[in-house]
């Protein structure tokens, strides 16, 4: 007999605003016990010293975490110009400095080559795996490590202010596996001045913003308790950039049992495009749309 899992049969999105010095396994951790939920997870990883967006998934939305994934994200940060560290961030050692600081001309004229689809080598202290090891705790033991350059997609990357001469302000949007740490370390040395990250934060990703995000205090204060259910979105939210497809009432069963059923699919839906099947607007499942019907790839509880 299968073990049965602890906790609630609960299910949507917690926009978390992550406060600095936490993983984001630990946030994860931390909503999964104030909620009492039996399953949690999240959508892109945040630096420990990193602030802002993280979105977290409970029971069924952990199924559309990929969705959100790959979506486009924002991220502001500020770079201070005239150093190098071995992290690419304030958190580690300071390996060059450099007496030069670039003007604003000369940040904008930069900016161009980091748009766009682009190559971008991943600091050395990262998740990145390297023979099944993680680059962090490679980097960390010593090894002096060659990582291999991997595609970004970069929208958006401009300059929004300058407090001073040593650092700038900048917003860049782009797609899955974005490092701004990367995009600091390499605009620093296009410039001639290196450079590294000092503050960063996820403003947006995908279709979730900070507006009515929960504070860390906030999560705390509403554990084990109602407070925290009210501020969850629903899993469908995830969706929105795929079709949705109503669907007939007798086609409910056959969808969650993991069968091809009839739906509804919206003007211009092509054969074998991905959609969803929906009943009164709560999701069944993710599927391929073939000839009026959707053959599930992913199917929601009820």
Not at 6 to 21: E, H, M, N, Q, T
Not at 26 to 43: D, I, L, T
Not at 178 to 184: E, K, L, M, N, P
Not at 281 to 301: D, W, Y
Request: glycine share 10%; hydrophobic share 40%; charged share 25%.
């Amino acid at each position: 007999m299968g073990r049965t899992r602890k906790g609630r049969a609960i299910s949507g999105f917690l926009i978390v605003d992550k406060p600095p010095g936490l993983t984001s396994t630990a946030v994860v951790n931390k909503v999964r016990w104030a909620m009492e939920a039996q399953k949690a997870g999240h959508a892109g990883t945040l630096d420990p010293a990193a602030t802002g967006l993280l979105a977290v998934a409970l029971g069924e939305a952990t199924k559309v975490l990929p969705y959100v994934t790959e979506a486009l994200k924002a991220y502001d940060f500020t770079i201070r110009w005239g150093q190098e560290t071995t992290t690419d961030d304030a958190e580690g050692e300071v390996t060059r400095q450099s007496d030069l600081r670039p003007t604003d001309a000369q940040i904008e004229a930069a900016l161009p080559a980091f748009r766009g689809d682009i190559l971008q080598v991943p600091p050395a202290f990262s998740a990145v795996k390297v023979d099944g090891e993680r680059a962090y705790d490679l980097a960390r033991d010593g090894e002096v490590l060659e990582l291999n350059a991997r595609p970004l997609h970069v929208r958006e990357l401009t300059l929004v202010s300058r407090p001073d001469a040593d650092h700038a302000v900048l917003r860049m949007v782009c797609g899955k596996g974005g490092y701004v740490r990367s995009i600091a370390r390499d605009l620093g040395r296009a410039l001639g001045s290196g450079g590294h990250v000092t503050q960063l934060r996820r403003v947006w990703s995908g279709p979730f913003t900070l507006d009515g995000a929960v504070t860390w205090e906030e999560i705390e204060q509403g554990a084990r308790t109602e407070a925290l259910d009210a501020r969850l979105l629903p899993l469908e939210t995830a969706l929105v950039g795929l079709p949705e497809c109503p669907c007939p009432e007798g086609s409910v069963a056959a969808l969650r049992n993991g069968g091809p059923a009839p739906v509804f699919p919206p003007d211009g839906l092509q054969w074998g495009e991905e959609a969803w099947a929906s009943r009164q607007g709560r999701a069944i499942a993710v599927g391929v749309f073939e000839a009026g019907h959707l053959r599930p790839t992913r199917v929601f509880a009820a």
